[in-house]
T-cell receptor
Framework: AQSVTQLDSQVPVFEEAPVELRCNYSSSVSVYLFWYVQYPNQGLQLLLKYLSGSTLVESINGFEAEFNKSQTSFHLRKPSVHISDTAEYFCAVSDGYGAGGTSYGKLTFGQGTILTVHP | GAVVSQHPSRVICKSGTSVKIECRSL??????MFWYRQFPKQSLMLMAT?????????EQGVEKDKFLINHASLTLSTLTVTSAHPEDSSFYICSASLAGPSTDTQYFGPGTRLTVL
């Protein structure tokens, strides 16, 4: 079984400040890790993902996350946030292809972190 | 690319009626589609996994006779909430997965807000 814990339900920050949204996971198998963003009144959008290779992954809008296997974490960071980054962020884990393909792509989500950027 | 649509975006129905929600992958073929439910201020909970041409796999605690899923083609899956009750009011979200061994990413639809009176 997999689980995801997002340690902060709400994170308020001022514009241009750095931010870190924390995510820890537990799984008995190798995992794929994702961050999704949900803007107000919109659906989830993929922000970035770790499938394999380099443990540091980046998004096109300045976010980055680092897969830390020993600490079972996948924290999301941005060195300088904008007002437009205000949204809810979900961390998710997938075990990819399960035995017989029966658990293909099944995502387990964290509880979400609401990031509010103040001017 | 990788756009997923849902229809309708909002629906209000009377208790006891059935409601069908469509999920379409617009520019890719999705072997697998997923249906989630999101309660206010909570995370997404997977309801079922739907593979084209076969029966859906439901998560524990989800009534398959109440939430009927049909995945008749590689671009369309439907969720029918049968005999809806007020407690079924929620935000229903589908996602579609690109087939292939090198990716494991789901693309999400914008969601359908169901209100049962």
């Amino acid at each position: 079984a997999q689980s995801v814990t997002q340690l902060d339900s709400q994170v308020p920050v001022f514009e241009e400040a750095p931010v870190e949204l924390r995510c820890n996971y537990s799984s008995s198998v190798s995992v794929y890790l994702f961050w999704y963003v949900q803007y107000p009144n919109q659906g989830l959008q993929l922000l970035l993902k770790y499938l394999s290779g380099s443990t540091l992954v980046e998004s096109i809008n300045g976010f980055e996350a680092e897969f830390n296997k020993s600490q079972t974490s996948f924290h999301l960071r941005k060195p300088s946030v904008h007002i437009s980054d205000t949204a809810e962020y979900f961390c998710a884990v997938s075990d990819g292809y399960g035995a017989g393909g029966t658990s293909y792509g099944k995502l387990t989500f964290g509880q979400g972190t609401i990031l509010t950027v103040h001017p | 690319g990788a756009v997923v649509s849902q229809h309708p975006s909002r629906v209000i129905c009377k208790s006891g009626t059935s409601v069908k929600i469509e999920c379409r992958s617009l520019d890719f073929q999705a072997t697998t589609m997923f249906w989630y439910r999101q309660f206010p201020k909570q995370s997404l909970m997977l309801m079922a996994t739907s593979n084209e041409g076969s029966k859906a796999t439901y998560e524990q605690g989800v009534e398959k006779d109440k939430f009927l899923i049909n995945h008749a083609s590689l671009t369309l899956s439907t969720l029918t909430v049968t005999s809806a009750h007020p407690e079924d009011s929620s935000f229903y979200i589908c996602s579609a997965s690109l087939a292939g061994p090198s990716t494991d990413t789901q693309y999400f639809g914008p969601g359908t807000r169901l209100t049962v009176l």
